[in-house]
């Protein structure tokens, strides 16, 4: 190769490697999350700062930082169910009776041999190390408050039988069949579920059940995966109607089938997430329920409708409502109920955030998933 070819193949990789990161700098500047602590290149030295950086309707976490914190961290990637050993995640999960912030000694792949309840008050921060999470039914947070879970991996979750594992405040519980969902929620508040990479689970990736509200689901990557997102226990469960759920800077594809999300009974502000194609369809609903999808960008694939709907459709009721969201390669949304200013989720100032135009949500959601974070600078 001559050195004039040479010359060309490197200013087309600065070229590429500008353009890459004048994305990802965008992305940046413009995600609220991430321009909270990402720029920060000591966020080691204070991994608490995350705490203060959630929005939407989880609102702050600073339940989970200050005083009578208890840093612990895993070393060991095994896992007992029932006598948890100190060192493992399930230890630090269920065994500490206090608020616990959870780090990781380094990467590691934990298969989890029962579904691992989470206490509240409890941070699992998966940053600096690569954490896969799989096995039986994986995490569940039921009856629990405050829980960040953030920077993992979780995949091939399967569903498990009935039988006991340690659960909150080390106190052995009794548990039905399990679905095998990578996160599943159960009457749960403030949980804020951020940077994190899912798919390939035998049920769904992620559910919202039982009343379960105050709910964040931010900057993930949910890929390969039929069901994806259930907002809601049953279309007769109407202790539903109090959920409030934010999705937003989330990337949804490739070979996601439906569920991004699907919510009954409640409500759900959806916005500048990157929706890369469906094959069922992408938002859907029962019960009356109230969505405002605002700036996203749905790409359609074979599929374009965007929206789907279930049983008696009572057009006064819903309001199912897009606003300032972009249709690429055919995609249209069919909106649902009277008005079309879109249902306003009326934040309080600490879940407050400003919504992008939809033509940056490539920037926005360029770091979607767990981060890939070098060991001595920034994530």
């Given at each position: ?150 920077g993992l991996i979780i995949h091939h979750c399967k569903a498990q ?219």
């Open positions: 190769m001559g050195a004039t070819q040479l010359f060309v193949l490197s200013l087309i990789s600065l070229t590429l490697l500008s353009a890459v990161s004048y994305s990802e700098g965008n992305g940046l500047k413009m995600n609220a999350i991430d321009r909270c602590w990402r720029s920060n290149p000591y966020w080691r030295r204070n991994r608490q700062q995350l705490g203060v950086c959630s929005v939407g309707f989880v609102g702050k976490m600073t339940n989970n930082i200050g005083r009578n914190l208890i840093r612990y961290q895993v070393t060991d990637p095994s896992d007992d169910p029932i006598n948890p050993r100190p060192g493992t995640l399930r230890y630090g999960a269920t065994m500490i009776k206090s608020k616990v912030w959870i780090t990781f000694q380094k990467g590691m792949h934990i298969l989890l041999h029962k579904p691992l309840l989470i206490s509240s008050y409890t941070a699992i921060d998966g940053r600096g190390a690569s954490v896969h999470i799989s096995g039986n039914a994986c995490l569940v947070v039921s009856k629990a408050t405050n829980i960040i879970i953030h039988g009935a039988g006991q594992v340690m659960g909150p405040n080390s106190k052995l519980v009794s548990l039905g069949h399990v679905d095998g969902d990578a996160i599943r929620l159960v009457s749960a508040s403030k949980v804020w579920i951020d940077h994190n990479t899912l798919y390939r689970c035998e049920d769904g990736l992620l559910d919202v059940t039982r009343g379960s509200t105050d709910i964040t689901i931010s900057n993930n990557w949910f890929r390969d995966q039929d069901k994806v997102i259930l907002l809601g226990h049953e279309d007769g469960y109407v202790r539903d109607k109090n959920m409030r759920v934010t999705v937003i800077y989330n990337h949804f594809g490739p070979n996601c089938n439906q569920r991004m999300p699907r919510i009954r009974h409640g409500y759900a502000h959806v916005a500048n997430n990157l929706y890369q194609g469906w094959t069922q369809y992408a938002i859907g609903g029962s019960m009356n329920p109230s969505v405002k999808s605002e700036a996203n960008l749905f790409i359609a694939s074979k599929l374009k409708q965007i929206v789907w709907s279930t049983g008696k459709v009572e057009a006064a009721k819903w309001k199912f409502h897009s606003v300032g969201d972009v249709f690429e390669n055919g995609a249209s949304f069919e909106q649902i109920g009277v008005g079309r200013g879109g249902v306003k989720p009326n934040y309080s100032a600490q879940q407050r955030f400003p919504v992008a135009d939809a033509k940056w949500v490539r920037s926005l959601t360029s770091s979607s998933g767990a981060l890939r974070c070098s060991s001595k600078s920034r994530c």
